[in-house]
């Protein structure tokens, strides 16, 4: 270890603890057994530090025999990260000119490549005629960190989650009064002012998608009604968000059955899951020649199998061996928190489905999600839109937002419907108890004074057969719509609203 000039200040001598009576071997094991790494080395008034003794547990923390430290101290030395040197001869140099202990945090290689945090206690140097003596205890507190690590990165997440939900929302209450808007316009427009709405509709239809998509990764709690929903939607979305993020030289396909794959599970947990591999196969791809991932989807009457394939490094057997382990990760510290698979693994145990992989070094890796497969709820199959399906009602909408409430009006209007209309939970309680007419009632759940669940709560303690749209970007965890209700996701269209309400009122 490096040495700095050493004080001329005297003090005097203390000797060394004495070795017990049980011998000196007696207390080595003593020494040894200790849950951290002592080390003894003198600093000479001339000549390089020399280190006098030295605990077994070095080897076990960090790899390296005591022996070659005994030997030569600046293989220790090398080990410690070059950011934390300076900082660490610093604080000894403060506390060799006081007379007194230090204590510092360090980051050291292990012989695996892995960064272990030590905590470094050293105790007041004792002058002796060859030099001063100093005795340190290094900790192991790498697990400590790496659980604050994951702790900092799960609040972390909730706050971004919190913010691009409620990002989300806004922008659905947008879209929601934009959308049925520009289809009005599109239909009453003269017929060259067609291809501008048009173009309008699909450019807010898009942004509705990216706003799905942002909430959906945000907020774990989305997903559809019963929790059934079809896994080539989302291995779909996941290449949809592939294409607008990846580097453009990876080639990305999709391999798909044409026709719906149910599964039981959560929607955003799922895609969750299948974006973490399709991120994986990504950073594999690094530096290779004609990169590619292919994901597929191949179901039969039990199962349901997503496949993320790509052409990367591919991994070594331990490498292998060690996945799904907590915080092990093959990434630099600063692009990974060794818990993607690690979460995958219990997200697909809450769904009853599993994880496989396969891998060849230099050839590429596959990965396998298994899930149990579902047959449609009969009360979740789409409902075909037919206009004469439901006749003409009255509909109260519930709403906050006056742009959402003007727009849906519109539309329902446009269907031959009477429409009334509150901005809040409790008004619009007082409006179905005053009007009996109120055959349908329309209600956002994000409101203030009052959220939707209390408003149908509450509708449902007096009229537990009138039907009830919810009206909603995202379903909340729990939240389970009865025969008498239908969750119609903002924003939407005029299709989608009269085959919302012909499903209730025919």
């Not at 007696?26 to 280190?51: C, I, K, Q, S, T």
Request: glycine fraction near 6%; proline fraction near 8%.
């Amino acid at each position: 270890m490096p040495s700095r000039p050493i004080p001329s200040r005297p003090r005097a001598a203390t000797d060394l603890p004495a070795v017990p009576a049980d011998g000196p071997e007696e207390w080595r094991r003593f020494v040894d057994a200790l849950p951290g790494v002592l080390l003894e080395y003198l600093l000479p008034l001339d000549g390089p530090p020399r280190m006098l003794k030295v605990s077994g547990q070095l080897e076990e923390r960090l790899g390296l025999a005591p022996a070659a430290v005994l030997a030569n101290p600046l293989r220790l030395w090398a080990r410690i990260h070059p950011s934390d040197r300076q900082r660490l001869l610093d604080q000894r140099v403060e506390a060799i000119e006081e007379e007194r202990g230090f204590e510092e945090e360090l980051r050291v290689l292990h012989r695996d490549g892995s960064w272990r945090h030590a905590r470094v206690s050293t105790g007041a140097p004792t002058r002796t005629a060859e030099g001063l003596l100093l005795r340190t205890i290094a900790m192991d507190i790498t697990a400590a960190r790496d659980l604050e690590h994951a702790l900092w990165e799960a609040q972390r997440r909730e706050a971004m989650g919190r913010l691009a939900s409620g990002v989300a929302h806004n922008f659905n209450n947008m879209l929601a009064a934009i959308l049925p808007n520009l289809e009005l316009l599109q239909a009453a427009v003269p017929d060259p002012l067609v291809p501008l709405a048009m173009e309008a509709r699909q450019a807010a239809m898009a942004a509705s998608e990216l706003v799905r998509q942002v909430a959906t990764l945000a907020r774990r709690e989305d997903q559809p009604l019963d929790d059934v929903f079809d896994v080539v939607d989302v291995v779909r979305e996941v290449v949809r968000i592939c294409h607008n993020t990846f580097d453009r030289a990876i080639t990305l396909t999709c391999d798909a059955p044409s026709n719906p794959v149910w599964v039981l599970g959560r929607r955003s947990e799922i895609l969750q899951v299948v974006l973490n591999l399709a991120l994986n196969a990504r950073d594999a791809l690094e530096g290779r020649p004609a990169p590619r991932i292919a994901l597929e989807v191949e179901d039969d009457e039990t199962r349901v199998l997503i496949r993320v394939i790509d052409n990367g490094e591919g991994m070594s057997a331990e490498v292998q061996r060690q996945l799904g382990t907590p915080f092990f990760s093959t990434r630099p510290a600063d692009r990974g928190t060794g818990l993607g698979i690690a979460t995958n693994l219990g997200m697909l145990r809450a769904a009853h489905g599993s994880l496989r992989w396969r891998s060849t070094e230099g050839l590429g890796s596959t990965f396998e999600v298994e899930l149990p497969a579902r047959r449609l709820p009969p009360d979740l199959r789409i409902v075909p839109s037919d206009p004469d399906a439901a006749a003409a009602t009255t509909i109260l909408i519930i709403d906050d937002e006056p742009l959402v409430r003007s727009s849906v009006r519109r539309l329902l209007e446009r269907l031959g419907h009477v429409v009334e209309d509150a901005d809040l939970g409790i008004t619009g309680l007082d409006r179905l108890a005053r009007n009996p007419d109120i055959g349908l009632v329309m209600v956002d759940l994000s409101m203030p004074q009052m959220s939707g669940q209390e408003v149908i709560r509450r509708i449902r303690t007096t009229q537990p057969d009138l039907p009830i749209i919810i009206m909603s970007g995202y379903v909340p965890e729990g939240l389970k719509p009865g025969p008498h209700t239908r969750i119609l996701f903002k924003p939407f269209l005029l299709d989608e609203l009269r085959g919302t309400i012909a499903s209730l009122l025919r």
